[in-house]
């Protein structure tokens, strides 16, 4: 659904919290080798459909992976506090569809080889 990947980058470029200027990009399903850190990646971890009588909808599991390789949690934490201000409860601006909400479901940070892993899952309702 190349809608909603555009929709998420869209909410990232107009953000005016400074997430943008924290991180060196956001990349659909991974970054290229040897990119800067910190940076997010995300993909769509599922999709189902759903609908009432007369409308369709789309019910959306998001997984955002926020990476930093700095020696302290500070960096990844900040990032993570402005990243919540853009997408906690956003709204998408997904060509075609209405988003209903966005919601925060979990999220776990962790470190593995020298590299933090901010791990957040959201689940979005879209309706055509």
């Not at 919290?17 to 990349?27: A, D, F, P």
């Amino acid at each position: 659904m190349q809608v909603l990947f555009t929709g998420v980058y869209k909410k990232f470029n107009d953000d005016i919290t400074g997430l943008k200027t924290s991180v060196t990009g956001l990349y659909l399903d991974r970054a290229l080798q040897g990119t800067a850190y910190p940076y997010i990646v995300y993909h769509k971890i599922s999709g189902r459909p759903d609908w009432t009588f007369t409308e369709d909808m789309e019910n959306i599991l998001l997984q955002f992976n926020i990476f930093d390789d700095h020696s302290s949690s500070t960096t990844v934490n900040d990032i993570f506090k402005k990243f919540k201000a853009v997408y906690d409860w956003c709204s998408l601006d997904i060509v075609g569809w209405n988003s209903i909400y966005m919601k925060r479901e979990l999220d776990n940070l962790n470190r593995s080889n020298d590299i933090w892993n901010y791990f957040v899952q959201y689940r979005l309702e879209i309706q055509k």
